[in-house]
């Protein structure tokens, strides 16, 4: 079994960018996790509407569980094959859906679960933009919500104490939207840092490589210069040895 849990946690793909590799690695096990979470409350809003004999939400459930479980799949499937951004289009797609759908069966804002799903999975994937745009999102449901429930149009009865409902709801959502914010700012910045920590490591590792193969003092200057040049674009690259005394310098090699 942690075998099996092993393999499917672990991505496979030898993915070039580090960048990618690294949102690999995260949205692999948050996609399975997620979808997890997802069939779970499925399953208990399923047993629940048998129970009560709620036929709206019982077929709901039946719906949703077949498609969760589906594209949490194919989600992986894409991820260990490379295809990181079509995976994370996909599992985006289906935790707004499901918020939705959840919103309008409850007739509520949900808080809790679903949306903080939502807002994880934007703010690892946009940074601070997506935690923004998930807040303004859930900003405007709750609008809505407000309007057609304090008018009466949602449910059987009218709520009378609509503002507070709204106030407290909407503090949820934004103390729940900046810590998300932050943590998602703070992993963005660490993935640009190892992406540029990764790219200079096997810019010096192919210099060291190739300049270990030649022996040659000179040879081995000439190839020097040329291969700085060539690596960082530079217009002109010179070689200078200087003696132990310091007395004197010597243009070993240049470009040109």
């Known amino acids: 079994m942690p075998a099996i849990l092993r393999r499917w946690f672990t991505v496979h793909y030898p993915y070039q960018n580090p960048l990618q590799a690294m949102r690999a690695r995260i949205f692999l096990p948050f996609s399975l996790v997620a979808g997890g979470f997802l069939i779970l409350i499925n399953l208990l809003t399923l047993l629940n509407a048998i129970a009560q004999r709620n036929e709206q939400i019982r077929d709901y459930s039946l719906i ?9 799949l194919f989600t992986a499937f ?5 295809w990181i951004n079509t995976s994370m289009a996909l599992l985006g797609a289906l935790l707004v859906a499901y918020h ?10 949900t808080t809790g679960l679903i949306f903080s799903l939502v807002v994880i999975f934007f703010s690892l994937s946009f940074g601070s933009r997506g935690a923004a745009a998930a807040y303004l999102y859930s900003v405007v449901m709750l609008a ?23 106030f407290f709801s909407g503090a949820n959502l934004t103390i729940t939207t900046v810590l998300l914010g932050l943590f998602a700012s703070q992993l963005q910045h660490t993935f640009r840092q190892s992406s540029r920590l990764v790219s200079q490591t096997r810019a010096t590792a192919t210099v060291g490589q190739t300049l270990s193969r ?12 040329d291969l ?14 200087v003696d132990a005394a310091r007395s004197y310098v010597n243009l070993a090699a240049s470009t040109g």
Do not use: K
Request: hydrophobic content about 55%; proline content about 1%.
């Open 100 to 109: 939705l759908a959840d919103v309008f069966l409850s007739g509520s804002m």
């Open 214 to 225: 030649v022996l040659n003092l000179d040879e081995l200057l000439t190839e020097a210069v």
């Open 78 to 82: 894409l991820i260990q094959r490379g």
């Open 64 to 72: 949703i569980l077949p498609v969760a479980w589906t594209i949490m």
């Open 228 to 241: 700085i040049r060539d690596r960082f674009a530079l217009y002109h690259v010179q070689v200078y040895l």
């Open 144 to 166: 809505v919500m407000a309007r057609v429930r304090s008018d009466g149009l949602w449910g059987t009865t009218e709520i009378d104490n609509i503002s507070s409902i709204v």
